[in-house]
């Protein structure tokens, strides 16, 4: 019997642990540039059109979060991300989000590529092109950057910002 409970105890451990993992899998997730998911009949996401980019080096970084303020652009808090080099002018995003809601997209260009965030080089620029000054020190609040997005694909341009 001993042997009996110790396995029940085991497998409701093990079943609470995998009903946890959703709850922190949404968020964190590297994901690739994938446009075939912004096609039509698509599910919920978001097109992201940035231009306005200086250079070709370094690389670009798209985040998406929920437009909440209790999420937006909190450590750890972002949905997904997509990272890739870039490329002077326009370049074009699909950033898929897991339903109809409320979002916010963040964009950074690390022009050296050094992971770092260099304030007199790097650009920067958030959905809804708010604006930025010292005050806000870049962090616009959430309520100048959310969006709604619905069933299928929403399209938003962002303009990227340099100092």
Same mark, same amino acid.
């Given at each position: 019997m001993t042997h009996t409970l110790k396995l029940g105890a085991a497998a409701f451990a093990v079943s609470g642990l995998l009903a946890a993992a959703p709850a922190t899998a949404q968020y964190r997730n590297t994901i690739s540039n994938d446009l075939s998911?912004?096609?039509?009949?698509?599910?919920?996401?978001?097109?992201?059109? +940035?231009?306005? &980019?200086?250079?070709?080096?370094?690389? &670009?970084? +798209?985040?998406?979060?929920?437009?909440?303020?209790?999420?937006?652009?909190? #450590?750890?808090?972002?949905? #997904?991300?997509?990272?890739?080099?870039?490329?002077?002018?326009?370049?074009?995003?699909? +950033?898929?989000?897991?339903?109809?809601?409320?979002?916010?997209?963040?964009?950074?260009?690390?022009k050296n590529g050094n992971g770092k965030t260099d304030i007199t080089s790097d650009g920067g620029a958030m959905s809804n092109n708010p604006s930025i000054n010292i005050f806000n020190l870049g962090k616009p609040s959430y309520k100048k950057t959310r969006f709604t997005v619905g069933e299928g694909v929403k399209s938003i341009t962002i303009n990227m910002r340099y100092m």
């Amino acid at each position: 019997m001993t042997h009996t409970l110790k396995l029940g105890a085991a497998a409701f451990a093990v079943s609470g642990l995998l009903a946890a993992a959703p709850a922190t899998a949404q968020y964190r997730n590297t994901i690739s540039n994938d446009l075939s998911k912004c096609s039509s009949g698509s599910d919920s996401a978001v097109k992201v059109t +940035v231009s306005g &980019i200086e250079t070709s080096t370094g690389k &670009i970084r +798209v985040q998406s979060y929920k437009g909440t303020k209790a999420e937006w652009l909190k #450590s750890g808090k972002w949905l #997904s991300r997509i990272e890739t080099g870039a490329r002077k002018g326009t370049m074009t995003f699909c +950033v898929p989000v897991s339903g109809p809601g409320t979002y916010a997209i963040a964009v950074r260009h690390d022009k050296n590529g050094n992971g770092k965030t260099d304030i007199t080089s790097d650009g920067g620029a958030m959905s809804n092109n708010p604006s930025i000054n010292i005050f806000n020190l870049g962090k616009p609040s959430y309520k100048k950057t959310r969006f709604t997005v619905g069933e299928g694909v929403k399209s938003i341009t962002i303009n990227m910002r340099y100092m």
